[in-house]
């Protein structure tokens, strides 16, 4: 059914196979390409198109397409344009070529993170339109560089912006995750990223003496600390069906740097660790408890962030809510089981619920291996065009919702 020849392929795989090809790969995408692209899908679809360049290089795209009652907040569909990079030698096929075997399976860097998503977004709108669908609130589809990196200079400061505000979103979709099983997992919050690097100075010598306060021995009471707090937290998951990886804190060392010789005690050494800290959980207490850790191995430690995220938000999945009952109750008329969770890493959905819009990661993909970040990512062509389908009955669902109570 979907093994067809490249001159009965369905456009829309046409099209997600075409901006697959744009090598967006980190850490230098080809965002004016990706650019390029999506002006070209404005003019088709006969959307309008702002540009907004956040940081210089750092373009936001945004097409809209304005509902009956403009004056009602607006839908907003996120999707990131840069990809994670490839190790090409573990690839069976070109990451950026798009190939499709014989079964239907697209081989690519962004097949499902998350160019599926972008493409998927588009075509829905463009079915919508071409059956003469109107609805009373605007869609907005932003397209955002940089996630794959922390949305720095992309979505974090894109929500600080004007042109931001003047979107007036009452509501975000963005991305999610595959779902191996029959049922579709939906995200309503997520762990906040902290990478934190500590540092550890001690005495140097020979390394043929007992050197005493080395920064070794100090470096190694933390990591020690944190392993075990590692251990207490993977209990916590293992010993709780009902608990989600998302729900709990995990940590991973990550990295080990300083030593210059085999026979030369450093006198500085350090250890990076990648926490996901559960939304949850007390930020203030967990940073002194880090503090605490370090204190406890000596003198000398320290410890600094890379990436600190403390204002984790929780979008409201109740029946009462009005967006969820929207976004629910479409996919119980099409049948689709959902699975909420939290997502236990990072999207540029947490900068959305910051500014006090809910949001919820949804990559409409069952059936499918979680296969982002890793070699051979890949898509089924007919999860793919699920996928369109699932949007839109989404959209109509989402852009009819009727004005909120304060909302004009
Ligand atoms: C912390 S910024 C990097 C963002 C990246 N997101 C994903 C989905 O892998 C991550 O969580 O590592
Ligand atoms: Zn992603
Ligand atoms: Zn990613």
Redesign the pocket.
């Known amino acids: 059914m979907t093994t067809k020849g490249p001159e009965s392929e369905h456009p829309s795989v046409t099209l997600f196979r075409q901006y697959l090809r744009i090598c967006t790969m980190q850490p230098n995408p080809d965002y004016g390409g990706a650019i390029t692209f999506l002006e070209e899908r404005a003019r088709q679809l006969g959307l309008s198109c702002q540009k907004i360049e956040v940081v210089p290089g750092y373009v936001i795209t945004v097409l809209t397409w304005p509902g009956t009652n403009p004056s009602l907040p607006s839908i907003l569909l996120n999707s990131h344009t840069d990809v994670v990079p490839v190790f090409k030698e573990h690839w069976h096929h070109d990451p950026f070529e798009a190939f499709k075997d014989s079964e239907g399976y697209i081989y690519a860097r962004g097949a499902q993170?998350m160019k599926s998503v972008s493409i998927q977004y588009l075509e829905a709108v463009r079915r919508l339109k071409s059956e003469g669908h109107r609805f009373p609130r605007t869609i907005h589809m932003t397209f955002v560089p940089d996630?794959?990196?922390?949305?720095h200079k992309g979505m974090e400061l894109f929500v600080k912006r004007p042109e931001f505000q003047a979107l007036r979103a009452g509501f975000a979709l963005d991305e999610g995750l595959a779902n191996p099983t029959d049922a579709f997992t939906v995200f309503y919050s997520e762990r906040s990223?902290w990478w934190v690097r500590v540092t550890s100075t001690g005495k140097p010598g020979h390394a043929s003496r007992f050197i005493e306060d080395t920064a070794v021995e100090k470096l190694h009471k933390v990591i020690s600390s944190i392993l075990a707090f590692r251990e207490k937290e993977m209990q916590r998951l293992q010993a709780n069906p009902r608990l989600k990886e998302g729900a709990v804190t995990s940590v991973n060392l990550t990295k080990l740097e300083g030593g210059v010789a085999f026979n030369v005690v450093p006198a500085t050494m350090s250890a990076s660790f990648d926490f996901r800290v559960a939304p949850d959980v007390d930020m203030k207490a967990f940073e002194k408890q880090l503090q605490s850790w370090c204190q406890e191995a000596g003198e000398g430690v320290t410890f600094e962030f890379a990436?600190k995220f403390t204002e984790p938000r929780m979008t409201p999945i109740d029946d009462t809510d009005p967006w969820w009952a929207a976004f629910s109750g479409a996919c119980k008329e099409m049948n689709l089981t959902l699975e909420p969770e939290i997502f236990p890493?990072?999207?540029d959905s947490r900068y959305i619920r910051a500014v006090g819009i809910p949001a919820l990661g949804f990559s409409p993909m069952n059936r499918t291996p979680v296969l982002?970040?890793d070699h051979n990512e890949r898509l089924h062509e007919a999860v793919f065009l699920r996928g369109v389908d699932i949007y839109t009955r989404l959209l109509s669902a989402l852009a009819s919702v009727p004005a909120l109570p304060g909302e004009s």
């Not at 996630?147 to 949305?151: A, I, K, R, Y």
């Open positions: 993170d996630e794959e990196v922390g949305g990223p990436q890493a990072a999207t982002l970040h």
